[in-house]
């Protein structure tokens, strides 16, 4: 089997090193990505470190991977070499269960994620992109518009899906009011998209040090949340939040500023289950939801949407280095608003 060059972890408590990994042979129905650019997602360092209880050793993460195609199996139809590709948060799913034959792959009983997975032969840990080439099935490959910068487009492949998801099962659109809960890495990518699709947006942050940039990114309003003033002029207000952050809320007050009919959609995952009480959703007819990512064609409709709207995500580039300082940061909110890998510097 190749080997590549990676970095990843072999335990919980230690920084992500170099690695040596190995790829399985192309195969008939499989594409080989030469990766140029791998995002980094909150969700790597909560993997990395084990702060979701289910790491599987040793784990090179990564899962907002871009690339070129360097091979493709006899009977790959769609992909030739050379082609600018990514990959996602899926590399394989069991393709027969109600889900996957709706196009949700996220919500498969039995999915094969990019990376902290098993492949389908139960016996191979599934690697991520903090490295040089992956291996992944055709039907899991992804078209990047040729407009879009490869490094800046590589958090699209999260960011962008978890964002754009729930922004159009929810109907975000012309004459809807959304409001976006946090400016960061998934907060920035929600701005930019429901602005897109011309909705009427507003950034919920705790303070105003951000307005600026959410003005420039495509927001409308921007409310300081640490201003009790905020959930009083704002309440019954919105169609739809988009809840981006992981910090403990009060979630009711937060219910509290939507319309009757209303939804606020989690992406992110708290350290402790909030307490909820029925009454701000009774009183409204409101709901209270989650989502995750998005389905392979969905996936592809955001890329192509943001072709055509010319939305990429704002990024850091960093050589592979400095991916340890670059995790430290993560955690105090010091990034605007996504790292980027150079997978040259793995060289």
Not at 227 to 232: G, V
């Amino acid at each position: 089997m190749p080997t590549v060059k990676a970095y990843g972890v072999s335990h919980s408590t230690e920084p992500l090193k170099p690695l040596t990994i190995e790829r399985r042979e192309t195969g008939e129905h499989d594409v080989t990505i030469d990766i140029a650019y791998c995002g980094i997602c909150h969700s790597d360092i909560h993997q990395a470190r084990n702060e979701w209880g289910n790491s599987i050793y040793p784990m090179v993460p990564g899962h907002e991977i871009v690339g070129t195609v360097s091979a493709v199996g006899k009977k790959v139809k769609r992909l030739k070499p050379g082609d600018k590709v990514g990959v996602g948060c899926l590399v394989d799913s069991c393709g027969e269960c109600p889900d996957c034959k709706e196009g949700l792959e996220q919500f498969c009983v039995r999915p094969v994620f990019t990376y902290n997975s098993m492949e389908k032969d139960g016996k191979t840990i599934a690697h991520g992109g903090y490295s040089k080439a992956i291996v992944v099935r055709e039907d899991f490959v992804l078209r990047i518009p040729k407009n879009l910068p490869m490094e800046a487009a590589a958090p699209l492949l999260c960011a962008g899906i978890t964002t754009y998801s729930p922004l159009r099962h929810w109907g975000a659109g012309p004459g809807k009011k959304i409001a976006v809960i946090g400016l960061g890495g998934l907060g920035h990518m929600a701005v930019k998209l429901a602005s897109a699709m011309k909705a009427e947006v507003t950034v919920l942050s705790r303070t105003l040090k951000k307005k600026d940039d959410a003005i420039r990114l495509g927001a409308h309003y921007v409310y300081a949340t640490g201003d009790p003033a905020t959930f009083e002029k704002l309440g019954r207000h919105f169609d739809l939040i988009i809840n981006t952050v992981s910090a403990k809320l009060d979630w009711g007050q937060y219910l509290g500023l939507l319309k009757r009919d209303g939804a606020m959609v989690l992406l992110g995952v708290p350290p402790e289950a909030p307490q909820v009480h029925a009454f701000p959703l009774i009183m409204g007819r409101r709901s209270l939801a989650g989502s995750l990512i998005g389905g392979i064609a969905e996936t592809q409709e955001m890329l192509d949407f943001c072709g055509k709207h010319n939305i990429a995500a704002d990024i850091e580039l960093i050589p592979i280095q400095k991916v340890n300082e670059a995790y430290e940061r993560v955690m105090k909110a010091d990034v605007k608003y996504r790292f980027v890998i150079d997978m040259k510097s793995l060289s």
